[in-house]
Nanobody, 119 residues
Framework: QVQLVESGGGLVQPGGSLNVSCAAS????????MGWYRQAPGKQRELVAA???????AYLDSVKGRFTISRNNARNTVYLQMNSLNLEDTAVYYC?????????????WGQGTQVTVSS
């Protein structure tokens, strides 16, 4: 059974920092591209950051220079360090694991963790 369990969300003031993590089980973690998505009320879910099995990273333009995604394959965990948070970063953050093969794709989601930026 595949499980992605996020942790580390919470309430933070504008300009503050937060680190969220996602622990995976039931998959060969090192083979998966891991991503962090977010969904704010009334908005579509969007990809915030991703890291491939090779360690290549990609970011949403609005978080470049503020957020850093990293992974620890020995711990089957992916992290998202969020700095200089602003009100627009408020959302539920979801962990995603994806692996594409010849003619197939495996895709899994975590349950989400709430990040609220408020003064």
């Amino acid at each position: 059974q595949v499980q992605l369990v996020e942790s580390g969300g919470g309430l933070v003031q504008p300009g503050g920092s937060l680190n969220v993590s996602c622990a995976a089980s039931g998959i060969i973690f090192r083979l998966y591209t891991m991503g962090w998505y977010r969904q704010a009320p009334g908005k579509q879910r969007e990809l915030v950051a991703a890291i491939t099995s090779a360690g290549t990273t990609a970011y949403l333009d609005s978080v470049k220079g503020r957020f850093t995604i990293s992974r620890n394959n020995a711990r089957n965990t992916v992290y998202l360090q969020m700095n200089s948070l602003n009100l627009e970063d408020t959302a539920v953050y979801y962990c995603n694991a994806e692996r594409r093969g010849a003619g197939s794709m495996r895709n899994y989601w975590g349950q989400g963790t709430q990040v609220t930026v408020s003064s």
